[in-house]
């Protein structure tokens, strides 16, 4: 029996040096996977902060845009058209703004009639552009219009 003994585990030995690149193998194949893990993760971060970026660069443009529909409400800029134009606070030199106008046909008497305003938010330097278009009142051209126009309602 110890015959045996000795023979099968001089075998085991004979193959580990039949096959003496098979650990070289085996770590080069092991290195190589970590690689391709590590390069796979590394191209996921980069795609998550590229991603980060534009969702970034997508709030401020709606921020300004939304930021200039509501001064155009509060009668602090004309709804006129525009060319485009640099925005004056500090930190926002790459972006520019316009206003482009239009009126909306309206077949109701009723309702006033209407001007649809797309205010074109743009960042030049990241070739970035977003619109946002709004429905407003449409403000009468002549004053004195409008004047005679709230007056015609109530009389003696």
Same mark, same amino acid.
């Given at each position: 029996?110890? /015959? ?6 001089? #075998? /085991?030995?004979?193959? &580990?040096? !039949? ?7 085996? *770590? ?6 970590? +690689? *391709?893990?590590? +390069? &796979?993760? !590394? ?6 902060? =590229? ?5 970034? #660069?997508?709030? =401020?443009? &709606?921020? #300004?845009? +939304?930021?200039? *529909?509501? $001064?155009?409400?509060? %009668? ?13 606070? $500090? ?6 703004? =316009?206003?482009?106008?239009?009126? *909306?046909?309206?077949?109701?008497? $009723?309702?006033?009639?209407? #001007?649809? !305003?797309? +205010?074109?938010? &743009? ?17 009468? $051209? ?11 309602? %109530?009389?003696?």
């Amino acid at each position: 029996m110890t /015959g045996r003994r000795r023979k099968s585990s001089t #075998l /085991g030995i004979r193959r &580990a040096r !039949v096959r003496p690149g098979a650990v070289l193998l085996e *770590v080069i194949f092991s290195l190589l996977l970590f +690689v *391709v893990a590590a +390069v &796979a993760v !590394v191209g996921g971060l980069n795609a998550c902060i =590229q991603a980060s970026g534009e969702v970034r #660069l997508a709030a =401020q443009a &709606a921020d #300004l845009a +939304v930021t200039k *529909v509501s $001064e155009i409400q509060m %009668g602090l800029v004309p709804a006129v058209d525009t060319e485009p134009t640099p925005f004056e606070e $500090e930190g926002l030199t790459d972006w520019t703004w =316009q206003i482009v106008t239009e009126p *909306v046909e309206n077949n109701v008497l $009723e309702l006033p009639s209407m #001007l649809r !305003v797309h +205010v074109i938010v &743009a960042n030049g330097s990241r070739n970035y552009s977003y619109r946002l278009t709004h429905l407003m009142p449409q403000e009468a $051209e002549n004053p004195d219009q409008a004047a005679s126009g709230s007056s015609q309602g %109530g009389g003696p």
